[in-house]
């Protein structure tokens, strides 16, 4: 009776864990928006990245795994820094969003551009902003900047400055 | 209180601690997401499927450019400016303007040098104005001058996006652009991860589309109205069956979308009367048990097939050539004994020659009857069941003769001999092997292709080669698979492409299996040369460290602009949709688990809601990996109904959906997948690891 009494017990809290684990929930991202004449500039989080890489492992009928990899690392000393944003027109006009105004903005007031040519966003799975200046609609994606290691534990700003207004929008 | 209420108590209260034991457990495993059936709770956790409509959103685009256009003033020295304002070709502009001088415009694109410069005139007559600017740099801030019809220019300064990182390399070999045909060279993409592009005769890109998923592994052919008319974007079948055909500018305009659910692949092209010959499948390939070896003619206005031509009912599917195009299954549900790649209209002679590389066989059949006029190609492997073809071959005359082996691209060529009893073709002639059998087959390291042309003698049935170039570059042009063979009528030069070269440390092998999974590199060639053999354009095309795969599968030397294509104003023609879809139909032999077990995990490609057609490009995977079998069914299942469809398996746990929501019950479905995959490459023998995959969507049907 002791050992049913023990077993019942054993399962009636595998049952009250398993409810537990089943209710656990995941936080959100933090999100923030600033209005520059005609267009909404929305964060909506950011990563740290010290390099990127992708793995793709494929068994083929041979039973040979056939493993392809890619990466893409900063300059020695930097992370790249992938800023999710949400850049809409919310009013019809003819200004233009420029990403030269564009820029992340360190504890020391460094200012650091996006990247280039980050379209290697792609290629690691994220959905990425085109580069070439913004006339309409809604662009939802990241882009990505080369920032210095130590900075990046440190607070960050993501700032834009056109003939419209300026804005700067805390990332941590 | 005596002994035995106590025991009955003591019974009891056991009783209950058991019961709520059970309850917690199954409440554990409810909460848990095992239970695939929904509740209000689960579907409120799912995402509903995106609605995505091509031609609804490219129609919302011009409305949204419009709607800015509007608010301000623009002017000729200071217009609005919308890079690739259809996403799919960021190497191209629209420019927007009012003018109190209407007429047309001259717009010019400064190239590297004068050969590289590009200029036309746009024709219009409003005071509203719209230009279309192509044939720009990438990741360049070029300078674009535009003149109205008054003689006033302006510079126009357009910041294009840099060439995405997985682009393959064109390197410059050789140009000499004054005994160039004139135009630029439009580089077919054979697999979706390469690119499609045009280059110059810098071979420096002047227009690429983004969307890798279209307008490959088929030819793409400007229409008489200028139009461009390629494959669209859904798979039927890996890699390049596709079922629809865009017809579009180079400004990624979408005028018109067929929907053909034969699905089309490798070749197209427009004929006499407008309606287009396409290389296909039979419609219903996946349970005739071949595929790629029918012929179709699509009615230009309403997009159906009007005619086929199936080839297994003229040739015979059953001989059996040695090459390397198969991938190694045993007992494979879909043989692709023919894989035609071109289908090419006769008009001298009211026939159709269609090339199959798997049987070196070029044929030309009567449109009317399907009679085979004659098959050109080596005579080996007649036998048993074939033989009855042999009183078709062409006997081969004159010095100097080598007959072609795997070949692409064959195309008829202008008379020259006025002999209406003689026809001269050109084709790309791969060499594969150059052997029927295995045992005498050439090896990848000896072999080499070359362009060629012959004139076949309709009435004494014999065939005479009258020129050729590539054997004298060995292994420098061999490849294997792929490739494109065109004259060029302005000089008379000669464009080859040899499309498909597969190199082990720049040595060539013959894997294309491997190549086509990107196991080992695919490289091309594309070479012009004059009739005199004078090489006056060259291009090596290389991988680069994100895509081993730089194939081309076909080239062509075009005039980008067509005034014609670019009538069409913002917001007034929407693109239209025509033809038929192939929808997936229900299984009625598979029954939907109630829970979601085993270690598939589904991915998607793609996922979207066009108009209440459920699209699905997925992939099954079984423990991190994907396997070369496999077999999905997409589950819809609301609180009352539950619809278990099949869908379109292809290799390495790649499948495709096509569901037609609107013939279903009202309501909110959970998608789920049932699906198996099979260790090994025997589709009959082989352990089989089986589950049910949520995918955290569901689709409304109103």
């Known amino acids: 009776m002791r050992l049913i009494k023990k077993t019942l017990l054993l399962w009636l809290g595998v049952g009250c864990f398993a409810v537990l684990f089943a209710c656990g929930g995941a936080g959100n991202a933090a999100s923030e928006t600033a209005t520059i004449g005609a267009w909404d500039l929305a964060f909506a989080g950011f990563q740290v990245k010290e390099d990127l890489r992708a793995d793709t492992n494929d068994v083929q009928y041979s039973g040979v795994s056939v493993r392809n990899q890619i990466s893409e690392s900063p300059d020695q000393g930097n992370v790249f820094l992938l800023v999710h944003i949400v850049v809409e027109k919310k009013q019809a006009s003819a200004t233009v969003f420029y990403w030269d105004g564009l820029s992340i903005q360190d504890a020391d007031g460094n200012n650091y551009h996006r990247m280039e040519n980050d379209s290697f966003l792609e290629n690691f799975g994220y959905e990425r902003l085109m580069s070439t200046d913004l006339t309409l609609g809604k662009n939802d994606g990241y882009i990505c900047f080369e920032i210095p290691k130590e900075e990046a534990s440190k607070p960050l700003s993501l700032c834009y400055q056109s003939d419209e207004g300026s804005c700067s929008i805390k990332l941590r | ?702």
């Open chain 2, 1 to 702: 209180m005596n002994a035995s209420k106590a025991g009955q108590l003591h019974k009891m209260r056991w009783i209950i601690i058991a019961a709520a034991i059970i309850l917690l457990a199954l409440s554990a495993v409810l909460l848990s997401g095992k239970i695939a059936l929904p509740t209000k709770h689960t579907m409120a956790k799912l995402q509903e499927v995106p609605d995505d409509d091509l031609l609804s959103s490219q129609f919302e685009t011009e409305q949204e450019i419009l709607s800015h256009y509007e608010a301000s003033d623009y002017t000729f020295d200071a217009p609005f400016v919308v890079v690739d304002p259809y996403d799919l070709n960021p190497c191209s502009a629209l420019v927007l303007y009012e003018t109190t001088s209407p007429g047309d415009v001259r717009v010019m694109i400064p190239g590297k040098d004068e050969n590289s410069s590009i200029a036309y005139t746009h024709a219009s007559n409003t005071e509203y104005v719209e230009i279309p600017v192509i044939c720009l740099y990438p990741g360049t801030e070029n300078k674009v001058l535009l003149e109205d019809a008054a003689g006033h220019r302006t510079m126009v300064t357009i910041k294009t996006e840099p060439l995405p990182v997985d682009f393959q390399k064109y390197e410059l070999v050789y140009a000499d652009p004054v005994l160039m045909e004139p135009g630029m060279t439009l580089c077919i993409a054979c697999f979706e991860h390469s690119y499609t592009a045009l280059i110059d005769c810098n071979a420096d890109v002047r227009g690429y589309f983004s969307n890798q998923r279209m307008a490959h592994g088929t030819s793409i052919i400007q229409l008489k109205n200028g139009n461009l008319l390629a494959t669209g974007d859904n798979y039927k079948q890996v890699p390049y069956n596709m079922t629809s055909l865009w017809e579009f500018n180079w400004l990624g305009k979408v005028f018109r979308i067929y929907d053909i659910p034969n699905a089309v692949h490798h070749d197209i092209s427009e004929l006499p009367d407008g309606n287009i010959l396409a290389v296909s499948n039979n419609v219903d390939m996946f349970t005739t048990g071949t595929r790629e070896d029918v012929a179709i003619i699509i009615d230009r206005a309403s997009g159906n097939v009007i005619r086929t031509f199936d080839f297994r009912k003229i040739l015979e599917e059953t001989r059996d050539p040695y090459h390397h195009f198969h991938p190694d299954i045993v007992n494979p549900p879909n043989i692709d004994w023919m894989h035609m790649n071109a289908a090419v209209y006769d008009a001298e002679h009211n026939s159709l020659i269609v090339s199959s590389p798997t049987q070196s066989m070029v044929v030309s059949i009567l449109l009317d009857t399907s009679k085979i006029n004659w098959i050109l190609g080596p005579h080996e492997g007649y036998e048993n069941s074939s033989a009855y073809l042999k009183d078709y071959l062409l006997t081969p005359v004159g010095e100097n003769f080598e007959w072609q082996w795997c070949q692409h691209a064959p195309s008829v060529l202008p008379d020259t001999d006025h002999n209406p009893d003689t026809l001269d073709l050109i084709l790309l002639d791969n060499g594969q092997n150059k052997s029927f059998y295995q045992q005498t087959a050439v090896a990848a390291k000896d072999n080499y292709s070359r362009g060629v042309c012959y004139r076949i003698d309709l009435a004494a049935k014999t065939i005479e080669q009258l020129w050729e170039y590539g054997r004298e570059r060995g292994s420098d042009c061999y490849a294997t698979f792929l490739g494109d063979a065109d004259y060029l009528n302005r000089t008379q030069n000669r464009l080859f492409c040899f499309g498909g070269q597969l190199r082990v440390n720049d040595v060539p092998v013959d894997d294309i299996v491997e190549g086509v999974f990107g196991g080992i590199a695919i490289r091309s060639r594309i070479v012009e040369v004059t009739p005199d053999k004078q090489v006056v354009f060259e291009v090596a095309v290389h991988e680069n460290p994100y895509s081993p795969s730089s194939e081309t599968y076909q080239t062509e030397r075009i005039a980008p602009y067509s005034d014609e294509s670019f009538v069409s104003q913002l917001g007034l023609t929407p693109g239209i949709r025509c033809g038929a879809y192939d929808d997936n139909e229900l299984d009625g032999t598979v029954k939907a688990p109630n829970v979601f077990v085993g270690n598939i995990v589904v991915q998607f490609n793609r996922i979207q809601n066009e108009n209440g057609r459920l699209i699905i490009d997925g992939v099954l995977q079984y423990k991190g990996g994907t396997y070369m079998l496999g077999r999905a069914n997409v589950i819809l299942r609301s609180v009352d109904t539950t619809y278990v469809f099949q869908t379109y398996n292809a290799m390495n746990g790649r499948f495709f959906a096509y569901i037609d929501t609107t013939r279903l019950d009202s309501g909110v479905y959970q998608i789920s997948v049932a699906g198996a995959i099979r260790e090994g490459n025997d589709t009959q023998s082989g352990t089989i690891h089986k589950g049910h995959a949520p995918t955290g969507y569901k689709i409304t049907v109103p």
